[in-house]
């Protein structure tokens, strides 16, 4: 019983974090522009996708695949979080003043 207090705890606490980190990401893509804006969304969508895994973590819907769903939703996460960082990376080699290795 106990065991299953502390990992409801946990859960219940990475969603409030998550939440937090898709509302404070949702204000930034409001405050920039260009290139950082389309790296964000890709941020936001990130958050969005760990957020709905971690809500339907705590759902009992007989029938319901969840654990399917969470998954998908994850692996989501992971991809946009992904594409987000590169898109990041290549803001932050243009502003540095690199030059891509095809436009030599």
């Not at 019983?1 to 898709?22: F, H, N, Q």
């Not at 409001?30 to 964000?40: A, H, M, T």
């Not at 939703?73 to 540095?96: C, E, N, P, Q, T």
Request: a neutral charge; hydrophobic letters at 55%.
């Amino acid at each position: 019983m106990t065991m299953k207090i502390l990992l409801l705890g946990m859960d219940s606490m990475t969603l409030a974090i998550l939440l937090l980190v898709l509302v404070f990401s949702v204000g930034i893509v409001w405050r920039v522009e260009k290139e950082l804006d389309l790296s964000y969304k890709f941020f936001v969508m990130a958050a969005g996708c760990l957020v709905l895994a971690e809500l339907i973590g705590f759902s009992a819907y007989p029938g319901f695949d969840a654990a399917t769903w969470g998954a998908g939703l994850r692996m989501g996460g992971a991809v946009f979080l992904l594409v987000s960082v590169i898109l990041m990376r290549d803001l932050l080699r243009k502003l540095d003043g690199e030059k891509e290795p095809g436009n030599q």
